[in-house]
């Protein structure tokens, strides 16, 4: 299994790309691609780089993110492991204090519950307590949050949740871009990092640069990205609900508010300054998530909009969330409990004076 720790250190890759000349033709690819070519190209380019988790290999991943890498790598570097995952998050561990780069993958999100010691007491606090001789670098990625029909037990967003703890690192893509750019820089860095990715999201295409299409291509870890630039109110969001706000600021320009859209991509560390900057500038601030309302990534960024920005705010912040309550099964509660485009949409209005107060429409 741990054959690949013989082979010779490589020289060490740039944690993201150099600037080069690429052609602006973009072509199209969904998230599940960029995700399989991403890992395939990671795995080509270091042999320290291996891929583990339940039906992974003969069945090509259950949402068929690794397909023809058992084919391509052989059962070495692709393993299927026992539904265990305490057990192969603590392999994974193992295997990276020793120099090796596993990604080990959850089905979902929501199984990393059974694996949660070793993320946080294992992989998380290692390189701390041996006074930086340990470096753990491991990847946890699956999906994470609500998909459609698959009740409480299978919906939870762990994005705060892991968010909340020193020694990881959180990221959650959008695009197809966010999904290569972001999982090339989870599998390089030194450090744990937890990749949370959106069932819904695997089969939505977006365009692709020929530069992120590139094999040396690479984001910076901590940095957001305006998806939409608007000076009249901020929104953030991250994962599938940037498609909502993206949606939401549409409804909002055929109204006359230009809203500015950030796709945080990184919730730990989060970009504090870009946020901060368009705050300062639209004076105005939604928070989008699906996680739970308390102690969610949208709190964290209201504090740091509050502490940094809080005299340019000239409305309280908007904080659009999940419903305070386990995931409903049924289809029209399970609607009710996530944010939707008219939620944001309202939000947006009721944050730029635009909407009837509810006692006046009572």
């Known amino acids: 299994m741990f054959g690949v720790i013989k082979h010779k250190t490589q020289s060490i890759r740039p944690a993201f790309s150099a600037i080069r000349q690429f052609s602006s033709a973009a072509k199209e690819i969904t998230v599940r691609e960029a995700l399989n070519t991403a890992l395939d190209e990671e795995m080509s380019a270091d042999p320290k780089v291996f891929l583990m988790g339940e039906e992974v290999g003969e069945y090509q991943g259950a949402y068929k993110i690794s397909k023809g890498l058992l084919e391509k790598y052989g059962p070495e570097r692709v393993l299927d492991t026992p539904i265990t995952e305490a057990g192969f998050a603590g392999i994974g561990v193992g295997a990276a204090y020793y120099g090796l780069r596993p990604v080990v993958e959850f089905m979902t999100f929501n199984f990393s519950m059974q694996a949660i010691d070793h993320i946080i007491n294992s992989a998380a606090k290692s390189n701390y307590m041996s006074a930086g001789q340990i470096s753990v670098p491991i990847v946890f990625r699956g999906p994470n949050g609500a998909a459609a029909g698959v009740g409480a037990q299978h919906s939870q967003c762990y994005a705060s949740w ?23 820089a989870a599998i390089r860095d030194p450090d744990p990092v937890v990749f949370l990715e959106n069932e819904l999201l695997y089969g939505e295409s977006f365009p692709v640069s020929a530069e992120a299409l590139d094999s040396s291509f690479c984001l910076p870890i901590g940095k957001a990205k305006i998806e939409r630039e608007g000076k009249d109110v901020t929104i953030t969001a991250y994962s599938k609900m940037v498609g909502y706000a993206l949606k939401a600021a549409e409804t909002l320009a055929k109204e006359g508010i230009s809203a500015e859209v950030i796709n945080l991509r990184s919730i730990r560390p989060l970009d504090r300054s870009t946020i901060n900057t368009s705050v300062r500038k639209t004076n105005r601030l939604v928070t989008v998530e699906e996680g739970f309302p308390q102690h969610g990534v949208g709190a964290e960024i209201c504090t740091s909009v509050i502490e940094e920005s809080f005299g340019y705010l000239d409305a309280p912040v908007e904080r659009i969330a999940g419903a305070d309550v386990p995931m409903p099964y049924a289809a029209n509660l399970e609607r009710l409990a996530v944010p939707q485009i008219e939620d944001i949409v309202r939000a947006a209005k009721r944050a730029c004076h635009r909407s009837v107060p509810l006692a006046a429409a009572a």
């Open 162 to 184: 892991y968010a909340s703890c020193p020694g990881l690192k959180v990221l959650s893509p959008y695009s197809s871009e966010d999904a290569r750019g972001l999982l090339k």
